[in-house]
């Protein structure tokens, strides 16, 4: 169990982004929608890498407080990241492909302010395969099979868009798509994508197996597994952390014991505290970033300097996130920072397994 006052420093951080919640009843969390203002920094407030962390800090908080409201809160939160980003910007219609009944066979958007241009709205692979993460813990801890279902939904929905065949194998995956899936944004492949991929895919299908009639992921999951093998381990921090919370997942295999191995290698060079992230100047630094790596270590297990470092590492930025004035990059900051602390939901087995 996580220590008292990370709990606090955990629940202050969350604060800052979704509003005061901890006097909420249950009858009053049933009706709470997530705030535009703090909000989690992205288009009429949702954006969807900060709001999967918000989902699966709060499944976290109610496991450490035993507190049902906090599952409440994340049920709250999934709907309306459904009724923002799982709609057209204007907010009148389903994203194409979707409907009422299925609202996540066309996608979630990213949720950025700007509909187009270089840093403008779309669709990231990373980005829905993380939510459909925080759908599958949210299943596991409410022990409600629609949440898995929903997530399946989305990955059966979005793979054809991303990945790409010739003459029936998996060649590539994009990074980035339009909203409505049509158009390549950004070609290249992301780092970890078929990784990722790989392994979140594969949680959905045990999950199924758990909760209902098994999903039918096979093909998606094969498509995945052969376009694997060309990872390292990065010196990019936040890469290098997703990369050892991915393998943590499967740790006895040998792509995860050989990328695990090598990100632990790196990880010593990147903590070093003359030559890397601790040496620097904050303005050298993301805090984002750093906690990625926090996160990493922390599920795939640390002791010794990984310990010292990373705990170095949260407290440097202890403090600096509430006085920053990157109201773009705060949100994502504070809910990674909450999960710094307490990994909680992010760690296999926390829930139970399924």
Same mark, same amino acid.
């Given at each position: ?18 509003g ?12 709470w ?23 699966i ?13 906090y599952? =409440? ?10 009724? !923002?980003?799982?709609? =057209? ?31 403008g709205?779309?669709?990231y692979?990373?980005?829905?395969t993380?939510? &459909? ?8 801890? =409410? ?27 998996? =060649?590539a ?15 290249? +492949?992301?780092h ?9 895919? /594969? ?8 909760l209902?009639p ?9 498509d995945?597994?052969?376009? &694997? ?27 995860? /014991? ?9 990880? &010593?060079s ?9 040496? /620097? ?16 270590? +922390?599920?795939f297990?640390?002791?010794? +300097?990984?310990?010292?470092g990373?705990?170095?590492v ?8 509430e ?11 504070? !809910? &990674?920072?909450?999960?710094?602390l ?7 087995g926390?829930?139970? /397994?399924?």
């Open positions: 169990m996580a220590t008292s006052r990370n709990i606090i420093r955990f629940k202050e951080a969350m604060h800052l982004v979704y005061p919640f901890d006097d909420l009843t249950e009858e009053a969390a049933r009706v929608v997530a705030p535009e203002n703090p909000g989690a920094g992205g288009h009429r407030g949702r954006y969807l890498w900060t709001d999967a962390f918000g989902v800090n709060f499944i976290t908080l109610s496991k450490e407080t035993s507190s049902p409201v599952l =409440t809160l994340a049920k709250r939160l999934v709907q309306t990241v459904h009724d !923002v980003l799982g709609k =057209t910007r204007d907010g009148t219609a389903r994203l194409p492909g979707a409907s009422e009944a299925e609202p996540l066979k066309g996608g979630l958007r990213i949720g950025k302010v700007q509909a187009t241009g270089s840093d709205d779309g669709q692979h990373h980005y829905l993380l939510w &459909m993460f925080a759908l599958n813990r949210l299943a596991l801890a =409410t022990e409600e099979k629609q949440y898995n279902q929903l997530a399946v939904q989305l990955a059966k929905a979005i793979h054809p868009h991303f990945v790409t065949h010739q003459n029936g194998l998996a =060649t995956i994009v990074w980035k798509k339009s909203v409505d899936l049509q158009q390549v944004l950004v070609p290249r +492949e992301g970890l994508d078929a990784l990722t991929g790989f392994a979140v895919y /594969r949680l959905l299908q045990r999950t199924a197996e758990h209902h098994p999903a039918t992921l096979a093909n998606e999951i094969a995945y597994r052969a376009l &694997m093998g060309r990872e390292k381990a990065s010196y990019d921090p936040l890469d290098l952390g997703m990369g050892l919370w991915i393998c943590h997942f499967f740790r006895d295999e040998v792509w995860a /014991r050989a990328l695990g191995s090598q990100s632990l290698d790196v990880a &010593m990147v903590l070093n505290e003359e030559t890397g992230v601790l040496g /620097r100047e904050s303005s050298r630094r993301l805090a984002f970033r750093e906690f990625g790596m926090v996160i990493g270590l +922390e599920c297990g640390k002791d010794g +300097e990984f310990k010292k990373a705990e170095a949260v407290d440097f930025w202890q403090g600096y996130l006085r920053s004035e990157d109201e773009d990059l705060r949100p994502i900051a504070l !809910v &990674m920072y909450a999960a710094a307490i990994p909680g939901a992010f760690r296999d926390f829930l139970g /397994r399924g």
